[in-house]
């Protein structure tokens, strides 16, 4: 392997389709990726046969073996406590060790967080991490956290995950002057609890060197009004799961509209190539991969649903994040920053 292979720490057998997603999800990356290798954590009776059957993989892929899997319902403390020879697990064990760079992971989310959290630590003044993504909407990608991480969030966790969207945004999306807001039920500046409001008021303080615009509404978020979205893991995850679904039953719609006659099949015909763009476009598996931000190693989380497609986009997030020295650079922007503005606030 050429010392400048990326090499990815693969959980084979989180997911719905695993171990097949996973493996066919790394062939299909593979290719755009010249120097990527693979660990692959999972029962090598069932992942041996999927990687000798793409070429592409047989000289990128070390198999190890484990025949423990972490549940879809496992709570995360019994995770930590009885799952220590899983392919979670391992995946994970192999960035701290420095065998890996990035562990991609399609498993039970609430178990990965634990996992990386324990093994990886969180960077110095930071609570808690946060699952980032890049969303697409009208008017640019905006990036969002918390997506599932944190079902309850105070208001510093609100303000922590405030800094690191904006240091993400300006890493991975190369907006110089981040805007920043908070996801409420309306504008006004009097909408929403006690703890919306406290953080609201801790970023318009200025202290941070964060460009706060306020909250947004659902409808801004999809507008893409300001660069960085932050909210709770519980209504981000719900927020995003609605975004999918209702992107899912436009394409649905407009694929059962141009059967409906002739006319409109002339019309699909004609505008085939559109349609291919916006279905693309919607498709969640398209902009699969969520970064953990806040920890001193790189994480992404796949969809549990994922297929091969989400599993190669996921991937494909964390060999860009491992390239561009992402996770390299939050550190570097936290240092400059200063940890102080970061710590816990008494209320």
Known sequence: MAPSAITIALDAMGGEAAPRAVIDGAAKVAPRHGALHFLVFGDEARVRPLVDAHPALRDRCDIRHT?????????????????KGSSMRL??????????????????????????????????????????????????????????????????????????????????????????????????????????????????????????????????????????????GFTGNVALKVAEGTARLIVDRVRTAFKDSWVAGLGYVLARRRFDLLKRQLDPQHHNGAMFLGLGGIVVKSHG???????????????????????????????????PPMQRVAS
């Open 91 to 232: 995946a994970i064990e192999a960035v701290r060790n420095g065998e890996a760079q990035a562990a991609v992971s399609s498993g039970n989310t609430g178990a990965l967080m634990a996992m990386a959290k324990v093994l990886l630590r969180t960077l110095p003044g930071i609570d808690r991490p946060a699952i980032a993504s890049v969303m697409p909407a009208s008017k640019r990608r905006v990036v969002m956290l918390d997506l599932g991480a944190n079902a309850e969030c105070d208001a510093t966790n609100l303000v922590q995950f405030a800094l690191m969207g904006a240091v993400f945004a300006r890493a991975v999306l190369d907006v110089e002057d981040p805007t920043v807001a908070l996801l409420n039920i309306g504008t006004e500046a009097l909408k929403g609890d006690e703890v919306v409001q406290e953080a609201a008021r801790r970023l318009r303080a200025g202290e941070l060197p964060i460009r706060f615009e306020g909250f947004v509404e659902g409808t801004g978020l999809m507008a893409g009004t300001v660069d960085v979205v932050v909210t709770d």
């Open 67 to 83: 025949s423990e899997v972490v549940a879809d319902d496992a709570k995360p403390s019994t995770a930590l406590r009885q799952a």
């Open 305 to 339: 649903s994922a297929n091969d497609i989400g599993l190669a986009n996921a991937i494909g997030v964390a060999a860009d994040l491992v390239r561009g020295g992402t996770n390299e650079r939050i550190m570097r922007e936290l240092e400059h920053l200063g940890a």
